[in-house]
């Protein structure tokens, strides 16, 4: 492994670091073995007809394609080494230089630089702002609040309760959701109920590293930046968006114990104390890629 100084013209560009072919290739193989841990099984399912209720979320509300995610990138401050590596020109983010193939140091087209502009101020005020604790997972209960069993997005599953009692549970404690993309799939009646009336426009005013869909988010943000984001960190993301989504569904009125799914029961205080504690952990592991996302994103401004 070498490293090689960046071109006078973007002195700003950390020096880059040379792979050999060898070990970009392991990289790779090591990447798509890992992604295929998760998108094989899914795969399988919907060759089958099947839904599932937990896991289809990551390939369907987030509109990534199992064979975009299997794609390995290397992500900035990487030149390719070898003659392999000029399969990476088809991408226009691409180039070729004396010392192998690498991004663009302009990779990121100046039409794009407002949306990473506005990412980048998403995710330092996520940062900055202190985590809540106190949400209890109740907004999967607002998106079932007051409906039929017709309306009900996963219908094919049993609700752990009656609908009066489970609106019941709704009222007897205030919803404080502060994830906009959450609230918009309350129902009309459960809407009143949030603390807060959430809008697009005032997202970044609410987001906060508690919330279990900010940092599933994280995912979408990564993968919204590829191929300029290293292949690795979308994986770290979409790993840990898929594990918040177990417990963003065992913590709803759903029972998927059918499915191996022991719920969390928010409804009680012993249930809540669990949920906590694993929102604050989920909150731990989100923060560094959180982080990453911000460092990427400075890299890719300054360099366009």
């Given amino acids: ?20 072919e060898p070990e970009w290739q392991s990289r790779a193989l090591v990447h798509e073995r890992r992604i295929c841990a ?11 007809g099947e839904k599932h209720p937990v896991y289809d979320f990551l390939f369907t509300y987030y ?24 399969a990476f020109l088809r991408d226009p983010e691409y180039h070729e230089t004396d010392h192998g193939v ?16 506005w990412l980048r101020s998403l995710l330092a005020a996520t940062t900055e702002r202190p985590g809540f604790f106190g949400c209890f997972g109740l907004h999967e209960w607002a998106m079932v609040y007051r409906q039929t069993p017709e309306e009900v997005r ?13 609106a019941r549970i709704v009222e007897a404690q205030p919803l404080r959701c502060t994830h906009y993309d959450a609230f918009r799939f309350f129902t ?10 959430l809008t697009r426009e005032t997202c ?39 594990d918040i ?40 592991r989100a923060r560094p890629l959180r982080l990453r996302l911000i460092t990427l994103c400075d890299h890719l401004l300054k360099s366009a």
């Avoid at 509109?63 to 000029?86: I, T």
């Avoid at 690498?102 to 502009?117: C, G, I, M, Q």
């Avoid at 943000?221 to 993301?237: I, R």
């Fill in 1 to 20: 492994m070498i490293r090689v100084p960046a071109p006078p013209n973007h002195s700003s560009t950390p020096t880059a670091l040379v792979l050999p």
């Fill in 245 to 284: 989504r177990e417990l963003d569904m065992r913590a709803s009125p759903y029972d998927l114990a059918a499915l191996g799914f022991t719920p969390v029961k928010i409804e009680t205080p012993e249930g809540r104390a669990d949920y906590e504690q694993q929102q604050r952990a989920f909150a731990e």
């Fill in 154 to 166: 996963h219908n094919q599953y049993p609700l752990r309760f009656a609908p009066a009692e489970l």
């Fill in 38 to 48: 998760w998108t094989d099984p899914h795969q399988a399912r919907a060759a089958r």
């Fill in 102 to 117: 690498s991004l663009r140091p302009d990779a990121l087209p100046e039409k794009r630089r407002p949306f990473v502009l």
């Fill in 204 to 242: 970044v005013e609410h987001e906060q590293p508690g919330c279990l869909h900010a940092n599933m988010d994280l995912y979408k943000w990564a993968y919204k930046l590829s191929p300029l984001a290293p292949a690795e960190l979308v994986a770290d993301c979409f790993e840990l968006a898929r």
């Fill in 63 to 86: 509109g990534f394609r199992a064979a975009w995610l299997r794609r390995w990138h290397p992500g900035p401050g990487l030149l390719l080494a070898g003659a392999a590596a000029r």
């Fill in 188 to 197: 009309t009646p459960a809407r009143p109920l949030n603390r807060t009336e």
